[in-house]
């Protein structure tokens, strides 16, 4: 791959910006000041620095986040931080997308990867990955049941949907944890709103088989290993 599309990927500037910096001797390819934007580069084994500081590169990274409340789910908003602006800055660099969205007060599991397919597998409802949400209400949910009948709610265009019957995992006093593969507009939020129970509040604790890692603090992420990846589709 060519140097200056490299950087301007990992976000270092235009191809134009780049081609100045390497003029201006700030970019080194394996100890060597570079004086060509375009040489070829091999990403996975050159080491190369951009203002003496080391390039850090991750192929196919995908994170595991633990989102917290008050961030929105967006690559860019005019109001609120993002969960992007929550990133280490060597990750941030990297083409990351969203596996779905949780709302701005909701915390918990986020997956964001540079693989859309990836991504598309774990939010296509085809592909029936489940997501499980521990919903906290003011009151016990004592007509939960009443989530195994179809139920119509309106999707974020005010359309009405039949929503799939979600799997309740338990209700016990005030808190419930249900599984839905679907990921419509506040979906979990309109579901107990429905019941009569408004949702106080709301964590994505799992995907498939995934599970938010304990040791995450809130706004914090972790690198996903391959093996942590397979456990989403099973
Ligand atoms: N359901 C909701 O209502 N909100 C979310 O963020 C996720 C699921």
Redesign the pocket.
Same mark, same amino acid.
């Given at each position: 791959m060519r140097l200056d599309k490299w950087l301007s990927n990992l976000k270092y500037g235009s191809r134009k910006q780049i081609e100045q910096a390497v003029k201006a001797g700030r970019v080194t390819v394996n100890q060597q000041t570079v004086s060509h934007a375009s040489m070829p580069i091999d990403p996975h084994r050159d080491v190369v620095t951009f203002d003496g500081e080391k390039i850090r590169f991750y192929p196919n990274l995908t994170l595991m986040m633990h989102k917290r409340a008050g961030v929105v789910c967006a690559h860019h908003d005019a109001q609120f931080n993002t969960i992007f602006d929550d990133l280490p800055e060597q990750y941030a660099r990297h083409d990351l997308h969203m596996a779905g969205?949780?709302?701005r007060d909701?915390t918990g599991l986020m997956i964001l990867s540079v693989d859309g397919t990836l991504i598309h597998k774990i939010i296509s409802p085809r592909k029936d990955v489940y997501k499980t949400?521990l919903v906290e209400t003011a009151e016990p949910v004592s007509n939960i049941t009443r989530l195994h009948a179809p139920l119509v709610l309106k999707d974020g265009r005010g359309k009405p949907y039949t929503i799939k019957p979600p799997k309740i995992i338990s209700s016990t006093g005030t808190t419930t944890i249900i599984k839905i593969s679907e990921?419509k507009h506040?979906?979990? +939020? +309109?579901m107990f709103a429905a019941l009569g129970h408004p949702?106080q509040k709301?964590t994505?604790t799992a995907i498939g088989a995934l599970t938010l890692d304990e040791t995450l603090s809130e706004g914090d992420v972790k690198r996903l290993t391959d093996a942590e990846i397979a456990q989403i589709f099973t």
């Open positions: 969205r949780l709302d909701v949400y990921g506040h979906q979990v +939020k +309109k949702v709301l994505r």
